[in-house]
């Protein structure tokens, strides 16, 4: 089911089997090209479906934005070791809803992707990594692939093409540090998700120390396409360096919120306006999160620009995980800070001391500032508590704590000094107390 | 412990899926299985789980604590999960979770005298494009007003 109405402005290259009567279904999806990019890719070399992979310019949907194609050459393909394919579906990065309707719409488009992904690393098994709160997604996956096995798509000798590949769910059970690659993969070894130290990176020691890819469930969807159309193909739909079409949940103050497949690079403003239905009546932009709540904000004299992980980046945020939170200008940018930080403080896994500790007590700071009780001196220290955990925690979570307070700080620092707590001094007269700032 | 043949199916489909020397990689998804069929991580579900994933009771019982959805002791029959993250926020999702909290009479990650009910307040659930949104067991609801949460814990209350 989708959860809203598809906008006219999408390009469908992901989505194009949404809407289609059982869409969910192995007999829609063999109706409509499914399982064709799988049988092509086996007429492939692993190393040619790594080159268009590459030349298509992808890059991982997840949040870093790592370029999928050399992800996957760095796997040592003449390991003994078992190979693994890894499909994070642990969507947890605040704003992000979009791997849920893929998965939901078009369940047999992730199966097909983590096949020519395994056929590329030779790999002979799968997981897919969902949180638990995804429930019915997990059961949705399950028949899936229950159907791919009945139909010969998964197991032994697939198609009598030769190759081997096993795929099943994996579930969480709530954490957000399970959707870092290498706590999911302590998650899927039965351990608590804390992050593992980096390097050896995943492609070489992943799960139980074997070869691993892991990719966002977006990242495989566009896989089957890639091979289907060509890498360049795929590439021309974007900017340079910035394949495809992208996944963007937009939310917050619009008129038409939703999910939508658009060319890499489109306009912000565009996107808010166009696809968006613009802002509720009589409101003004005031800033946005383009990419989930890890991103620096931007003001909305910042927002026009192409949405591709290069220019945000120039911009000084990041596409993340396509996540746009628009907010206009009734919002509250403590308020907004403190959710945030309430989410990383809470989240945090407490394996390193930076994040487990300066989460904690920016949390708090946060919370006087928005009520009324901040010093004005905590207004730096929020900033510099900030930039001390920038860089020196175990995993990404503490920058992705860090680098949105800095920006709020930054770009809205009145808005922190109109809530501090005013300072008061006696004046002449008995139990006379006036303001001085 | 015995379980319904459904969720027996469930265990054994499950071990199943790794390596014979990796059956600790079930621990997780057992947890959280069984206790949906239990209502808690109980003492014995963690020595359940320990035998049957060949996994040092300790090993199991650690990641309970770690995992948000997990619980030791029983919650409502029906857990009313309200977000509050930003993009829900921005679109009343604070003020739902009050209302939620007002209407229960019960906080975050408590549970009413009778068991029907529980509340907690929650990180993105991944309804952000369709909030604000609230989850009741593993039931997602979206664009929920303080009306229509009334309507679902009504109707609820009287199927009980
Ligand atoms: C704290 C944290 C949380 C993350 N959560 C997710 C997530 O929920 N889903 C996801 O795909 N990637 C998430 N990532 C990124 C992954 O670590 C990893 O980069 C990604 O799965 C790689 O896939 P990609 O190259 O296809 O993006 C997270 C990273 C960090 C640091
Ligand atoms: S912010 Fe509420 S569901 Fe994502």
């Known amino acids: 089911m989708l959860y809203n109405q598809p906008s006219p402005h999408e390009t469908r290259v992901l989505t194009r089997r949404f809407g289609l009567p059982n869409s969910a279904s192995i007999d829609t999806y063999l109706a409509s090209d499914g399982y064709k990019a799988f049988l092509k890719a086996m007429q492939m070399a692993p190393d040619e479906i790594v080159g268009e992979v590459k030349t298509s310019a992808l890059r991982g949907r997840g949040g870093a934005g790592f370029p999928t194609g050399m992800k996957w050459s760095f796997v040592p393909r003449n390991s003994p070791k078992p190979k693994y394919i890894v499909v994070n579906a642990d969507e947890s990065e605040p704003a992000t809803c979009k791997d849920r309707v893929l998965m939901e719409e078009d369940p047999h488009g992730l199966i097909e992707g983590t096949m020519i992904a395994a056929r590329a690393i030779g790999s002979e098994k799968g997981y897919i990594y969902i949180r638990g709160e995804y429930r019915y997604l997990i059961d949705h996956m399950d028949r899936a692939i229950d159907e791919a096995y009945a139909r010969g798509w998964l197991g032994k000798n697939i198609q009598g093409t030769g190759m081997n590949f096993d795929l099943s769910t994996h579930t969480g059970a709530g954490a957000y ?87 890499m690079g489109a306009n912000l403003l565009w996107m808010i306006d166009a696809v968006g239905g613009g802002l509720r009546s009589g409101r003004k932009l005031k800033a946005v999160i383009p990419g989930g709540s890890s991103c620096p904000i931007l003001r909305a004299d910042e927002c026009d620009l192409a949405m591709d992980y290069d220019t945000v980046a120039k911009a000084g945020s990041m596409l993340g995980s396509g996540g746009v939170v628009i907010m206009d200008d009734t919002t509250d940018m403590v308020a907004v800070g403190l959710r945030i930080m309430s989410f990383y403080a809470h989240e945090s896994c407490g394996w390193c001391i930076p994040c487990r500790e300066g989460t904690t007590w920016l949390k708090k700071m946060l919370w006087r500032m928005n009520n009324g009780e901040g010093r004005k001196q905590d207004i730096d220290l929020i900033n510099e508590l900030s930039k001390n955990m920038l860089g020196r925690t175990f995993c990404a979570l503490g920058d992705a704590a860090a680098m949105p307070t800095i920006s709020l700080v930054e770009k809205f620092r009145d808005e922190f000094e109109a809530k501090v707590r005013p300072v008061m001094v006696p004046v002449s007269g008995p139990d006379q107390l006036v303001a001085i700032s | 412990m015995n379980f319904s043949p459904a969720l027996e199916a469930r265990i054994s489909k499950i071990l199943g899926n790794y390596p014979e020397d990796r059956k600790r990689s079930a621990v997780i998804p057992l947890l959280l299985f069984i206790q949906d069929e239990v209502g808690a991580v109980t003492k014995e579900v963690v020595d359940e789980v320990s035998h049957r994933t060949g996994t040092p009771r300790v090993q199991v019982d650690e990641v309970v604590g770690f995992y948000s959805m997990l619980h030791r002791k029983p919650i409502g029959k029906y857990h009313v999960q309200v977000c509050t993250n930003v993009s829900c926020m921005l679109v009343g999702g604070t003020e739902l979770y009050h209302h939620a909290a007002k209407k229960l009479g019960i906080g975050h990650k408590e549970t009413a005298a009778d068991g029907v009910f529980s509340l907690e307040e929650v990180e993105c659930m991944g309804a952000c494009s369709w909030a604000p949104a609230v989850q009741i067991n593993y039931d997602f609801h979206h664009k929920v007003t303080p009306e229509k949460l009334d309507q679902l814990l009504d109707s609820l209350r009287k199927i009980q």
């Open chain 1, 177 to 263: 540090e399970c959707g870092e690659e290498s706590a999911l993969l302590e998650s899927l070894e039965g351990k608590r998700g804390n992050p593992r130290l980096k390097p050896p990176f995943p492609a070489t020691h992943g799960v139980y120390q074997c070869p691993t890819v892991v990719n966002n469930v977006e990242t495989f969807y566009a896989v089957p396409h890639i091979i289907n159309m060509g890498g360049q193909a795929f590439a021309d739909l974007g900017t340079p360096k910035n394949g495809g079409t992208r996944m963007f949940c937009l939310s917050g103050h619009i008129n038409n919120p939703g999910v939508f497949e658009l060319k």
